[in-house]
């Protein structure tokens, strides 16, 4: 039992100093500037969306940009879509969504995103990659004619991975942090 | 008697004895220094020969010396106080050579400075002129406005694949980045996001006057 004891504390040690290595080694201000670079992907997103969902966006300018969109994502991330006569959410792969985003049947499409924020910090995988949730609202308007014919407000959850990468550029390594944005699921849908 | 007489004889006897000691030693010391002062004036006439030797050759910049050099060779034999007409004459030559050297690299450092100065402000609105581009793109009431706008800015770019990195922290020397994009690409941001959030940093051309890599810091 003595035995027992003591090669349980040992592995409780043993975890402990792995998670230790595992933790940041980086300053705050370097954080805090992986923080800003992953919050203002999320919000290029947010104006990739509404440009490509606006009806005054020329098709080819459209497709241009959902290119530019799928840029920010990590492979296979799915897109949560859900409105308020349909409670249950539907998940499209990011391109199947843009594209149906960008043939909505309006004449008038308006996205907003607002108060986008960390839901959970960027915080450092045992694999060096940070992970970390953002949380967003999105106004929808979509009319026809005159009238207004839809609207609702989302809050999304966005996984956000952070991780850092080296390339060669002129001859010169350079370092990097490569933001990808992964499902976004959908939290709550309110009229 | 005859002791005094002896006596007589040895007191004369030491008197020449030292008669001869005293002459020996006055003559002894006079040529001492006569062989001291000769010596002195044949130091004196190697020093200036030397002297001499050093200065024509610095006149006829033998010995590649650099001007720091040649004054500091010039200020040792004016130091030595060797007052010789011909010395005195090689070293206002000298000193001629040396101004008209100094007043030569002062010309060439002034020189250089203008056109460093030239080539910073040309460089600073060309900066300007694309920084400028960027703010017109970022800000255009239309879509075609802001494609005419990126492909004037383009045409300051050796092509449209001109790596962009932008800078999101830096500590020191150390940088770090945001994932590298082409200056298409970054140009096409611009007119998506209508903001411009970077700022020059650093640019790099090529021999025709293109850049060929574009380093930019977030404001």
């Keep these: ?46 104006k990739y969306i509404s440009i490509i969902g606006s009806k005054e966006t020329a098709w080819s300018e459209a497709n241009r940009v959902i290119e530019r969109t799928l840029e920010l994502f990590s492979e296979g991330a799915q897109m949560g879509v859900s409105t308020i ?28 995103w607002f108060n986008i924020e960390y839901m959970s910090d960027l915080e450092r995988m045992p694999d060096g990659r940070y992970v970390g949730v953002i949380t ?56 | 008697m005859l002791n005094n007489i002896r006596k007589d004889h040895s007191f004369y ?17 006079k040529s ?10 044949q130091e004196r006439t190697d020093k200036i020969d030397q002297a001499k030797m050093d ?31 011909e010395l005195n004459a090689l070293l206002e030559e000298s000193e001629n050579i040396i101004r008209a050297k100094r007043e030569e690299q002062q010309r060439i450092e002034a020189e250089k400075r ?10 600073e609105n060309r900066f300007n002129k694309i920084e400028d581009y960027f703010e017109a793109i970022a800000s255009s009431k239309s879509m075609e406005m802001a494609n005419t706008r990126v492909n004037e800015a383009l045409k300051f770019f050796a092509s449209p694949q001109v790596p962009v990195l932008i800078i999101t922290f830096m500590e020191g020397d150390f940088k770090d980045y945001d994932k590298p994009t082409t200056i298409r690409k970054y140009l096409e941001y611009l007119k998506d996001q209508g903001k411009n959030r970077n700022k020059i940093y650093n640019v790099q051309f090529d021999s025709h006057g293109k850049i060929i890599e574009l380093e930019l810091i977030k404001m």
Aim: glycine share 6%; net charge neutral.
């Design chain 1, 85 to 112: 006569n349909q409670p249950k959410v539907k998940y499209y792969d990011i391109r199947t969504y843009l594209e149906r985003l960008m043939a909505l049947n309006y004449d008038k499409v308006k996205i907003e």
């Design chain 2, 13 to 29: 006897w030491a008197l020449v004895i030292l008669a001869v000691i005293a002459f020996t030693g006055v003559t002894g010391c």
């Design chain 2, 55 to 85: 200065l024509i050759n610095l006149i006829n910049q033998q010995d590649n010396l650099t001007t720091a050099e040649m004054e500091d060779l010039v200020s040792e034999i004016r130091g030595m106080n060797l007052d010789d007409v």
């Design chain 1, 1 to 46: 039992m003595k035995n027992q004891s003591i090669i349980y504390l040992f592995l409780l040690l043993f975890s402990m100093s792995i998670s230790g290595l595992a933790q940041d080694n980086i300053s705050p201000q370097r954080k805090m500037a992986i923080d800003s670079l992953a919050l203002e992907k999320v919000r290029d997103l947010s």
């Design chain 2, 114 to 123: 203008r056109q460093e100065e030239e080539l910073q402000r040309f460089e």
């Design chain 2, 32 to 41: 001492q220094k006569k062989i001291e002062a000769q010596k002195a004036a």
């Design chain 1, 136 to 191: 967003i609202y999105q106004r929808f308007e979509g009319s026809s004619g005159d009238k207004m014919k839809y609207m609702d407000t989302t809050k999304k959850d966005i996984t956000v991975y952070v991780e850092r990468k080296q390339t060669q550029i002129g001859g010169r390594l350079i370092g990097f942090w490569d933001v990808l944005l992964g499902d976004v699921r959908v939290i709550e849908t309110k009229p």
